[in-house]
């Protein structure tokens, strides 16, 4: 059974940075592409980034081109996401998620097939 564990969230102030990991487990890890999701209280899960097997292809959310980079490093059986210049509308639990089409990148949350727990992160004002 495939796992996923989030990891790196916390508390930062505007326009720090925060570097999320996702460490998967009892997967074979290149067979995925892998997506970052987040949701706020009181709002849908919504799509953030993703990543193909390859790392050769890349999407963002608008909210967040230029401020986030998704990597990935497939011998570690990790994703990456690293935030920079983080708002306070960045706020919410963030999730990554594995994808067994792993030539896309998909924004949407019934393409995935595994999900992590998640992980908090707080962007203060």
């Known amino acids: 059974q495939g796992q996923l564990a989030e990891s790196g969230g916390g508390l930062v102030q505007a326009g720090g940075s925060l570097r999320l990991s996702c460490a998967a487990s009892g997967l074979t890890f290149t067979l995925y592409a892998v997506g970052w999701f987040r949701q706020a209280p009181g709002k849908e899960r919504e799509f953030v980034a993703a990543?193909?097997?390859?790392?050769?292809?890349?999407d963002y959310a608008d909210s967040v081109k230029g401020r986030f980079t998704i990597s990935r490093d497939n011998p570690k059986n990790t994703v990456y996401l690293q935030m920079n210049s983080l708002k306070a509308e960045d706020t919410a639990v963030y999730y990554c998620a594995a994808d067994l089409s792993r030539r896309r990148v998909s924004s949407l949350v019934n393409d995935y097939d595994y999900w992590g727990q998640g992980t908090q992160v707080t962007v203060s004002s």
């Open positions: 990543i193909n097997w390859s790392g050769g292809l890349t």
